[in-house]
């Protein structure tokens, strides 16, 4: 029986090609294994071969996202590949983030299974929990690249399982971190015993686990007031999906990942002025007729010139999000406000959908 045909995907680091310094590299591949891949393959034996690697530099990839993972398809396509494996990524963010991405899109894009393995409390995480597919599976590591040598194993053993086409059972049973899946099956108690039973549990202090998982969103802050709104630098964001003509930086209208700035610094509206709205979570119409509906250039200038604040900064922030995953979009607030403190801004107008 042929061996089931495995890309890995790595970064700049463990490919062997550089640190921090080259975490710009583009997208590239080599035949076989590299890094921790060639001990992978050791632990697969017979079950599965990879016959690719693919790597990216981590700053490439998470400012390069949708180019990065259509060139990572596009391998895995040329190569015949039957599975991914990417990491493990530990605690690096970056990497993490990464590695769940290309999981996604390659099993979106080709229907593969994914497996990848990281820290729980890698930002990767909340990226694969997002996204929730089925076929896609992250194992826990330690923080650090000292747990190698127990997270290969662990890695190796499960993707043998997936290349036998063994059934995959419930992530306490298999080890794998949970998406929040809620599977139907036989249980030998009634609802209200079982939440007794766990109720009773939780107040003797014992081990329980819930059936119904909750999930926690850190809170946003809120921002200090601007005392001297007079003497402040304003800037307009809007995730409306306002962007030029034709779409140029091809963002998407559904689960977007990335934001631009677009000048508007000669400008004193956006209405007749050549913008078009991409955005899968309303009716387009009357934003396309009047963009100053998602950035409203026409009051601000008019404030600007009545002296409210001092300056209209000359570029407005512009993202979209519907369905989004909120890590992802996470990313992009800080990613913007970044950007907006090195500008020298005292306050955003964002205007939502």
Same mark, same amino acid.
Not at 69 to 76: C, F
Not at 80 to 88: E, S
């Given at each position: 029986?042929?061996?089931i ?5 790595v970064n700049q680091?463990?490919?062997g ?11 590239? =591949?080599?035949?076989?294994t #590299? ?23 981590d $700053?490439?990839?998470n400012?390069h996202t ?5 060139a990572?398809?596009?391998i895995?396509?040329?190569h015949?590949? /039957? ?18 991405e290309?999981?996604h ?5 080709l ?5 990848t393995?990281? =820290?729980p409390?890698n930002p ?7 996204y929730?597919?089925?076929?896609v599976?992250?194992?826990p590591t330690t923080e ?6 127990e997270?290969l ?9 997936l ?7 419930p992530?306490a049973?298999?080890?794998y971190?949970?998406r929040?899946?809620?599977q139907?099956e /036989?249980?030998?108690?009634t609802g ?13 202090g014992?081990?329980f686990?819930t059936? #119904?998982?909750v ?6 802050p809120v921002?200090?007031r ?5 003497g402040a630098?304003?800037?307009l ?5 306002v962007?030029?003509?034709?779409n140029?930086?091809?963002? /998407?209208?559904?689960?977007n ?6 000048d508007?610094? /000669?400008?004193?509206?956006m209405?007749g002025t050549?913008w $078009?709205?991409l ?7 009357f ?8 950035v409203?250039?026409?009051a601000?200038?008019?404030?600007e010139?009545?002296?409210v604040f001092?300056k209209?900064?000359?570029?407005y922030?512009?993202?979209t999000?519907?369905n989004?995953?909120?890590?992802v979009?996470?990313?992009i607030g800080?990613?913007?406000?970044t $950007?907006?403190?090195?500008e020298g801004i005292?306050?955003?107008?964002f205007?939502?959908?």
């Amino acid at each position: 029986m042929p061996k089931i045909r495995v890309m890995h995907y790595v970064n700049q680091f463990f490919a062997g090609i550089g640190g921090e310094d080259k975490a710009d590299v583009p997208v590239g =591949h080599r035949q076989g294994t #590299i890094g921790p891949g060639k001990r992978l393959q050791e632990l697969l034996k017979d079950s599965a071969e990879i016959v690719v690697t693919a790597y990216c530099g981590d $700053d490439y990839f998470n400012n390069h996202t949708d180019e990065a993972t259509r060139a990572i398809v596009k391998i895995a396509q040329d190569h015949n590949v /039957k599975m991914l494996v990417a990491g493990p990524a530990f605690a690096s963010g970056r990497y993490g983030f990464a590695c769940a991405e290309v999981c996604h899109a390659v099993n979106v894009s080709l229907g593969l299974d994914c497996v990848t393995a990281m =820290h729980p409390e890698n930002p990767g995480i909340e990226t694969y929990k997002q996204y929730r597919d089925r076929r896609v599976f992250a194992l826990p590591t330690t923080e650090i690249v000292s747990g190698m040598g127990e997270t290969l194993p662990r890695m190796a053993t499960f993707l043998a399982k997936l290349a036998a086409g063994a059934a995959i059972g419930p992530a306490a049973e298999e080890g794998y971190i949970p998406r929040g899946f809620r599977q139907d099956e /036989k249980a030998s108690k009634t609802g209200v015993d079982r939440a007794v039973d766990m109720l009773l549990d939780k107040i003797a202090g014992r081990p329980f686990t819930t059936e #119904i998982p909750v999930e926690h969103l850190e809170a946003a802050p809120v921002a200090p007031r601007i005392v001297n709104i007079r003497g402040a630098t304003i800037t307009l964001a809007t995730s409306s999906g306002v962007m030029p003509q034709g779409n140029p930086d091809g963002f /998407k209208a559904y689960r977007n990942n990335q934001w631009r700035k677009y000048d508007i610094s /000669k400008l004193d509206t956006m209405k007749g002025t050549g913008w $078009d709205v991409l955005h899968a979570g309303y009716n387009n119409v009357f934003m396309r007729d009047n963009p100053n509906f998602g950035v409203p250039l026409d009051a601000a200038r008019q404030l600007e010139r009545e002296g409210v604040f001092a300056k209209l900064y000359p570029y407005y922030y512009m993202t979209t999000g519907v369905n989004a995953a909120i890590p992802v979009m996470q990313r992009i607030g800080r990613e913007m406000v970044t $950007d907006m403190k090195a500008e020298g801004i005292d306050g955003v107008l964002f205007v939502s959908t």
